[in-house]
Every structure is written in structure tokens, then in C-alpha cells.
């Protein structure tokens, strides 16, 4: 794991390398009914400074685990998470989340849900507003600030909940299947969008999805996932030109990255389908 080769440890509150973030060694446990479930192992990999990094793997590697692990929603793992080359535990300033669901709040509009972090901050009625429209513009919303959530499409609520986020400054996007819920053509197109955003911001950012083309489109490097207990089964240079225009999405070169990964993921897809359709075949009689 190349990424990693260059960590070394180090003591309490110093710094290592220059990584925007690492996950050194995570391993994370469920007790079940049926005993304990290891859904994550020994996984380690870094983000650098300014990199988009996704994460892929089959239903049930571990993926959303992970991502409330370095959010901070989820404790009671075995490793390390560490935020500029420093251990962190629970939530973090620098650490911005977008999730899967609709998060929009419907009783605001765009312009009040996006400066909604900035109001919770104390910062001024008309400081707030003047950020909030920029980063509107930002996600391409400029002339829907008065409109409600209902009012918008699935695509328009993500890129709020987006700007929102982003109100917060963070120095590092987490985002957990944004896009999962919108149609192929809405993902392309704000998947587009995204790219745009992050290279504006030089954004660090962790994407996890299902979609292997989605993370070809949008990822300087594909971290594949096992299936459980999730591990770090290969990580993938996407070395294609940015910007990622729709003669780069229909190349040859794109089509072989998504045929490689697939060839990654099929195994482990293939034997998260088996495990589920023997799981009738070992439940316990109740006769």
C-alpha cells in the first residue's frame, strides 16, 4: 500500500506526515444476537492535502461504518484516525459531513439552510447572507435563494445540503452515496459540479459510493473494499486529465479503469450475495 509506506509512528500529540488524513489500523466490532460481526479490519490508507479519494466496495463492507467512524458518530474501534498527522477522537472541526439522506430543513430556504451553520456560529444577518449567496453560486443554485426545499428537485436539496457543509469551512468532505437517490443523468451532471467545487476549494475529500463510474469520474485514487470483515483489498491510480469531460468519461481509458475495479469487486460482491442467500439456511429452528 504505497500510500501508507511513508507513515511512521509517532508519540502522543506529534505530528507525522503531511496527509490531510489517515486511517491507521481501524478495526470495528458489532455485537449481534448471533455473536460478534467484525465489519471492518485492520484498514489503513491516507488522504492527501487537496485529494479526492473514494472508497468503494459490496453491500456490506463496512463503507458507512467507516465514514461515522472518521465523522465521529461512531466509537468503540480498535485504531487510529488522525486529522493532519494528529489522533483524533468524536467529531472534528475540520471534518465536514454530507450525507445520503435528504438533510435539507423544508421550513428554510436555500439561503437560510446553507447560512444555517454560519446563524448556529452568531455571525451577523448580513455577513451571513453575503457567504451563503457565494456559496449558492458555488453549487450553481444563484437565483433559487428564496425557494423552499419542496420547491426544488433531488438533485437541487443535495447541492444545498452540500453548500450548507461547505458553509462550515471544513478542510475535509466526508460524503457517504450523495448521489445514491437521483437518476444516472443528475449524478453525471453533479458529479460534474462537484469536481468543479472541489478544484475551486482544493477541498480534501472522501467519497464513498456503490458506483464504480461515478468514482472513476471523480477520484485521483479508488480505495477497493473487501467484503466483510471490509478491508483494503487494492487502491487504484485514476491517472486520467482533469477536467474529466465527457470525451475522458467515454474513452477507452475510463472504460478500463471501471472493467479493473469490477473485476475487484465481483469476487467480493459475489460472495456477499452467496452469504445472503445461505443466511435462511442457518438460522436456528424454533421448532
Same mark, same amino acid.
Given at each position: 500500500?504505497?500510500?501508507?509506506?511513508?507513515?511512521?509512528?509517532?508519540?502522543?500529540?506529534?505530528?507525522?506526515?503531511?496527509?490531510?488524513?489517515?486511517?491507521?489500523?481501524?478495526?470495528?466490532?458489532?455485537?449481534?444476537?448471533?455473536?460478534?460481526?467484525?465489519?471492518?479490519?485492520?484498514?489503513?490508507?491516507?488522504?492527501? *492535502?487537496?485529494?479526492?479519494?473514494?472508497?468503494?466496495?459490496?453491500?456490506?463492507?463496512?463503507?458507512?461504518?467507516?465514514?461515522?467512524?472518521?465523522?465521529?458518530?461512531?466509537?468503540?474501534?480498535?485504531?487510529?484516525? %488522525?486529522?493532519?498527522?494528529?489522533?483524533?477522537?468524536?467529531?472534528?472541526?475540520?471534518?465536514?459531513?454530507?450525507? *445520503?439522506?435528504?438533510?435539507?430543513?423544508?421550513?428554510?430556504?436555500?439561503?437560510?439552510?446553507?447560512?444555517?451553520?454560519?446563524?448556529?456560529?452568531?455571525?451577523?444577518?448580513?455577513?451571513?447572507?453575503?457567504?451563503?449567496?457565494?456559496?449558492?453560486? !458555488?453549487?450553481?443554485?444563484?437565483?433559487?435563494?428564496?425557494?423552499?426545499?419542496?420547491?426544488?428537485?433531488?438533485?437541487?436539496?443535495?447541492?444545498?445540503?452540500?453548500?450548507?457543509?461547505?458553509?462550515?469551512?471544513?478542510?475535509?468532505?466526508?460524503?457517504?452515496?450523495?448521489?445514491?437517490?437521483?437518476?444516472?443523468?443528475?449524478? %453525471?451532471?453533479?458529479?460534474?459540479?462537484?469536481?468543479?467545487?472541489? *478544484?475551486? %476549494?482544493?477541498?480534501?475529500? %472522501?467519497?464513498?459510493?456503490?458506483?464504480?463510474?461515478?468514482?472513476?469520474?471523480?477520484?485521483?485514487?479508488?480505495?477497493?473494499?473487501?467484503?466483510?470483515?471490509?478491508?483494503?483489498?487494492?487502491?487504484?491510480?485514476?491517472?486520467?486529465?482533469?477536467?474529466?469531460?465527457?470525451?475522458?468519461?467515454?474513452?477507452?481509458?475510463?472504460?478500463?479503469?471501471?472493467?479493473?475495479?469490477?473485476?475487484? !469487486?465481483?469476487?467480493?460482491?459475489?460472495?456477499?450475495?452467496?452469504?445472503?442467500?445461505?443466511?435462511?439456511?442457518?438460522?436456528?429452528?424454533?421448532?
Amino acid at each position: 500500500m504505497r500510500a501508507d509506506a511513508a507513515l511512521r509512528v509517532a508519540g502522543k500529540g506529534e505530528a507525522v506526515d503531511a496527509a490531510a488524513l489517515m486511517i491507521e489500523g481501524v478495526t470495528k466490532r458489532f455485537a449481534t444476537a448471533d455473536g460478534p460481526i467484525v465489519a471492518l479490519e485492520h484498514v489503513s490508507f491516507s488522504v492527501r *492535502q487537496g485529494e479526492f479519494l473514494t472508497l468503494i466496495g459490496p453491500s456490506g463492507c463496512g463503507k458507512s461504518t467507516l465514514f461515522n467512524i472518521v465523522g465521529g458518530l461512531l466509537g468503540g474501534y480498535d485504531g487510529r484516525v %488522525l486529522v493532519d498527522g494528529r489522533a483524533i477522537a468524536g467529531s472534528h472541526r475540520a471534518i465536514g459531513m454530507v450525507f *445520503q439522506e435528504e438533510s435539507t430543513f423544508p421550513w428554510r430556504t436555500t439561503l437560510d439552510n446553507v447560512a444555517f451553520p454560519l446563524e448556529t456560529a452568531g455571525v451577523g444577518k448580513a455577513e451571513r447572507h453575503a457567504r451563503a449567496r457565494e456559496l449558492i453560486k !458555488l453549487v450553481g443554485l444563484d437565483g433559487f435563494e428564496n425557494r423552499y426545499p419542496a420547491e426544488m428537485s433531488g438533485g437541487m436539496r443535495q447541492r444545498t445540503a452540500i453548500a450548507r457543509t461547505l458553509a462550515f469551512e471544513p478542510r475535509i468532505l466526508l460524503m457517504d452515496e450523495p448521489f445514491a437517490a437521483l437518476d444516472e443523468q443528475t449524478r %453525471l451532471l453533479l458529479g460534474d459540479k462537484l469536481l468543479q467545487i472541489q *478544484q475551486a %476549494l482544493r477541498q480534501t475529500t %472522501l467519497l464513498i459510493t456503490h458506483n464504480i463510474a461515478e468514482a472513476v469520474q471523480l477520484s485521483d485514487r479508488v480505495v477497493v473494499m473487501t467484503f466483510r470483515p471490509g478491508r483494503v483489498k487494492r487502491i487504484v491510480e485514476i491517472d486520467l486529465p482533469r477536467p474529466r469531460t465527457s470525451e475522458i468519461v467515454s474513452s477507452a481509458a475510463f472504460g478500463q479503469y471501471v472493467a479493473s475495479i469490477w473485476n475487484d !469487486l465481483r469476487e467480493e460482491a459475489s460472495q456477499g450475495l452467496s452469504e445472503s442467500e445461505a443466511a435462511p439456511l442457518r438460522r436456528p429452528s424454533h421448532h
